[in-house]
């Protein structure tokens, strides 16, 4: 796990030229996934106005990491860096697709869903050979940063992309969003150096036999078991975002909200989340271990307010108090990373990601089907409940497993 020694800087890591690549490279294409979030939800509400077809659209960017572990095997098969590049490249052209005007909302989903489902084994390379580039507690400092800079995409591609969608109408938006793809293998390319396979020369098996593998391998061992269930029940307080657009349509009382707004809401949950990652990485490693459980607890708590519809400065200041809790996902995971071993990791790791990836689609898409029934702001105070209950189970059962570990090694 993590040491008990100083805790390494951000300019430790970003001396690292390779993680600056795989920083940039993932800074650029989450932008432009948010971007296409907002143009999408707002594309679907406006020709439906149903709050369970925008949830499930913002559901769908999720949804496909359920078959993600079939995936992920590939990052322990070819090179990573390969797979990272090859995910991209096909991402960005599925992407132009889905910018031409005209195109059917059937089409649309379809090519969303496999979109996103490339994502999988891109996910599990990307944090595998992070694994590779950084040790130590430096790998938990560049978890942070690539928290940090998916935060601040969420809120550039959030908060921007309400203007994008207004300038450039929503199709013009995903057109942006397949260029970010295309920057991004570029960016690997030229920054990251090729590494063989790692299971080049070993045994081959099939993607379903290494993935039962490596879930045997997480459920086995009662940490990882317990950090894959914290990381995954990240779905809980982010089924929020899937309700922004109906839930801001019920405060105004209007048909269809302003894009700017829709942005701001969205954005509020990164940004909290920025904050909680530069404060939680100045805390000594082992304090950091101590807090997962509790601020996965915490990062329901304030959504649960929004059951009184208030306005949108204070609902913006209750998603951004649960993307503070939330910062615990900075810590998890390189916790669960440092715990696997390398041969498999990128199994492990495909499991980890997808799980917590497709745990949001599912819980987005459950609260847009309640939503439809009990109303937005309802749902995501139900959402917010249910986040504190499991976190404060799961808190009960990290620290159990601790004590547990440290008596035996006593």
Do not use: K
């Not at 078959?67 to 090179?79: E, I, Q």
């Not at 317990?226 to 922004?244: C, D, F, N, S």
């Not at 700017?260 to 909680?276: C, E, R, S």
């Amino acid at each position: 796990m993590e040491g008990t020694g100083r805790a390494a800087r951000y300019r430790d890591v970003f001396a690292n030229g390779e993680f600056r690549a795989l920083w940039l490279a993932e800074l650029v294409s989450t932008a432009g996934d948010q971007i296409a979030r907002v143009a999408l939800s707002l594309l679907v509400f406006d020709r439906t106005r149903s709050a369970a077809l925008a949830a499930l659209t913002f559901a769908l960017t999720m949804l496909p990491a359920l078959f993600g572990p079939l995936l992920a095997g590939l990052a322990d098969r070819y090179p990573r860096r390969n797979v990272m590049m090859t995910a991209d490249i096909t991402r960005a052209a599925l992407m132009a697709i889905m910018a031409v005007p005209g195109v059917s909302l059937i089409a649309l989903f379809a090519l969303l869903f496999i979109t996103q489902l490339l994502g999988s084994p891109s996910n599990a390379a990307r944090g595998a050979l992070l694994a590779d580039v950084l040790s130590g507690d430096e790998l938990t400092v560049g978890q942070s940063l690539r928290a940090v800079v998916g935060q601040i995409s969420q809120v550039a591609g959030f908060a921007g992309g309400g203007f994008l969608v207004t300038l450039l109408t929503p199709y013009g938006a995903l057109a942006a969003n397949a260029v970010s793809f295309a920057a991004s293998a570029a960016l690997i390319m030229l920054g990251v150096r090729p590494r063989p396979a790692v299971g080049s020369g070993g045994e081959q098996m099939s993607l379903w036999t290494s993935t039962r593998r490596g879930a045997r391998l997480v459920w086995a061992d009662r940490q990882l078991r317990t950090l894959a269930l914290m990381i995954w029940m990240i779905g809980l307080p982010v089924a929020a975002e899937g309700l922004v657009v109906p839930y801001l349509s019920a405060l105004g009382h209007t048909p269809t909200p302003n894009p700017v707004d829709v942005g701001w809401l969205l954005a509020a949950t990164p940004v909290g989340a920025i904050v909680g990652a530069l404060i939680i990485t100045r805390v000594p490693p082992e304090q950091r271990l101590r807090l997962i459980g509790p601020l996965a607890a915490l990062s329901g708590l304030p959504l649960f307010i929004c059951a009184l519809e208030p306005d949108l400065v204070v609902s913006c200041v209750l998603f951004a108090l649960s993307g503070v809790a939330a910062s615990y996902m900075v810590v998890a995971p390189p916790a669960f990373i440092q715990r696997t071993p390398v041969v498999g990791r990128g199994q492990a790791i495909g499991l980890m990601s997808s799980g917590a990836i497709a745990a949001q689609g599912v819980a987005v898409a459950l609260a847009g089907v309640l939503a439809d029934g009990m109303g937005p702001a309802g749902t995501i105070a139900i959402a917010g409940l249910a986040a504190v209950l499991a976190g404060l189970g799961l808190s009960v059962a990290w620290r159990r497993s601790r004590l547990e570990e440290v008596g035996h090694a006593a």
